[in-house]
């Protein structure tokens, strides 16, 4: 639910109440992402987010003392809530930034989860910054958050950004306050070649500039990068790295995680690590969908791939993830002509099948309510159903591996194609034929053996 400051005046909670204060507040992750702690924990609690201009912001503070159990403050106000509270956590104090506020015996008391939420996002990679070589692209709020822990856990730490006084004032800041600390600034052009661990705290690459980056190449020793950017979730940045030497983390986690520590310091939540997974995949699902009507136009993720690729698997779950309603084309033809598909091919043939395929492709696709539709193995190699699936949809290649298929196609006997006397040279066959189509006809493609894997990638390459 999002409030304009005069609805928060006369809001009143039903229940124990949360809230977002942020000036403007366009779209934010916040308040679906508490429902799903909340909903974790078994907490009976709401979450809004109310925009509140920066001369409202004492007024607003002061009712929601009243009204609500705790709040999460977003910009402007990180800073300026400073001198409203009446206690402050001593890093929250050293970075001149709150996110998240308790009201505990009628105070109110500031402190800044983005530092927990950075911190275990590093820590869910295995990720130790003592003694590494760290460079930070930005120098504004969440660099601040990203250069305070670094130096803390005794990384040297170089802030790099296109305005060097900026570098040079963040600096200045952190020094300040943790005396010793080894930070520096540098241009560009002088990164120094041995960086480990590579930050981005700058908007570039954030949808919808996602061809910027704020580096052209990774120095050679990089073994991480971080971008808390996670509107694409996979940046410009992010891909220069090769897979093979350097992991890459968005910054999706950190958020989820900055929450639940917020969530933690109002009610004492405790979450196990499974739990964060999977609100992670949720999120990372609604982001797939948004981004598949902001980016690409289109309402429905449409899945193509060889027999055995994983498509039926892989659309059941990423449906539940998106939230969009479920089809697989061969289970719906199934239903509406009440036969199965061994049975169409056996009594009708494979031009018979294949128009049902167009029929039903097209009722699909012409709905007004987008989903995620499993193709069969076939349906694409028609040009006119490639036509219609892109119309409204997105085409996403699961392109599994050769061997996968072969062990998924291992126990199946309702695909009437591959019933020849040997079955393998008819696979083989056949995805030979075929693989060069499905790679013409993608938007996306995903490539994993492993299913688990093939279901965020999926997501993931929207
Ligand atoms: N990457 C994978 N790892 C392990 N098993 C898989 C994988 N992908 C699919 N499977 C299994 O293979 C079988 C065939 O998958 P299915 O989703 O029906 O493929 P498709 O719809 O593309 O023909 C199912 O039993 C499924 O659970
Ligand atoms: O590749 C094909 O031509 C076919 C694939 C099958 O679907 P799956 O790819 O889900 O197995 C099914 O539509 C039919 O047996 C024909
Ligand atoms: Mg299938």
Redesign the pocket.
Known sequence: MLLSFEEFQTFESQRETYALFGYPLGHTMSPDLHAALFAATGRDADYIAVTVPPEKLSDALALARQKLAGINLTIPHKKAVIPLLDEVDPSAADLHSVNTVAFRDCKAIGFNTDILGFAESLEKDGISLRGKKVLLLGYGGAAAVMAYHCLREGASLYISGRNLEKADALRDQLVEVLPGAKCFTCTRRRIPRDIQIVLNATPLGMFPHEDKSPLYFLPHKVSYVFDAIYNPPVTALMKLANPKRTKTRDGLFMLVMQAARAQTIWYDAQFADAACDSILRRMYGQMARKRLHDKYHKRSIA?C????????????KVARLTGLPFI?L?RYIEAQEGMTIPEIFAQHGEPYFRDLETKYVTEISEREEGCVL?L??GTVLRPENVEIIKRTGLLIL?D?PFF??V???S??TN?PLLEKEDKLAETRRLYQMRKPIYDQVADCRVR????G??VERTLKSI
């Open positions: 899945l791939g060889f027999m055995g690729s994983g498509k039926t698997t892989v659309g059941r697989d061969d499993s069969g193995g699961l599994t996968r298929i062990k998924n196609l126990h199946s695909r994993s053996p492993r299913l894997e093939v």
